[in-house]
């Protein structure tokens, strides 16, 4: 995918992964954008990718990236 990996999103707080992914699974771009602008404050290099991925429609990567992104990061709690 374009520059950014699920490991890269593991640093977000998981509410703003489940949020990110809402607005995906639910095409609200302005919505989605906003929240891209939030991913900003953690990672400017994530961020950038994620806007180019919506600005270019990729849902389906976005999708498929926050699917992963939260399925690892559960996966590290449960290890703990």
Known sequence: L???????LEE???DLISQL??????????LLDQL????????K????????LAENYEYDDLTILFAE???K???MKNTL
Do not use: C, F, I, M
Not at 2 to 8: E, F, L, N, R, Y
Not at 45 to 52: F, Q, R
């Open 45 to 52: 290099h994530a961020a950038d990718a994620l806007k180019s």
């Open 21 to 30: 992914q809402d607005a995906v699974q639910k095409g609200e771009k302005d």
């Open 2 to 8: 374009s520059g950014v990996s699920p490991a890269q």
């Open 73 to 75: 990061s559960a996966a």
């Open 12 to 14: 977000l707080p998981v």
């Open 69 to 71: 992104t939260q399925r």
């Open 36 to 43: 891209v602008q939030k991913v900003e404050e953690y990672d």
